[in-house]
Nanobody, 115 residues
């Protein structure tokens, strides 16, 4: 079992920046893949960015060039040039592959971008 705890959300004006952090209850280096998802009101949860154990990253088209995912002792999401449509609850996700695939989610942190 892995617990994920997010922090760093809040209220920010459009064009501003936030940095989200996700701390895991086990070593980050032992986790195969980490990602950030978000869910806006009335919409489905969507993948924002992911990073694998080798450091390879993927991004949703809507955040490319603005968001950066990274990992060391935790996983981070640096969000710049925030837009109103970035508003939502951001969830940390971890996947561990060990004979079976184990998936874990954090409780989420609210990000609200205002005009």
């Amino acid at each position: 079992q892995v617990q994920l705890v997010e922090s760093g959300g809040g209220l920010v004006q459009a064009g501003g920046s936030l940095r989200l952090s996700c701390v895991a209850s086990r070593s980050i280096s032992s986790i195969n893949a980490l990602a950030w998802y978000r869910q806006a009101p009335g919409k489905q949860r969507e993948l924002v960015a992911s990073i694998d154990a080798g450091g390879s990253t993927t991004y949703a088209d809507s955040v490319k060039g603005r968001f950066t995912i990274s990992r060391d002792s935790a996983v981070y999401l640096q969000m710049n040039s925030l837009k109103l449509e970035d508003t939502g609850v951001y969830y940390c996700y971890a996947r561990i592959v060990s004979f079976l695939v184990y998936e874990y989610w954090g409780q989420g942190t609210q990000v609200t971008v205002s005009s």
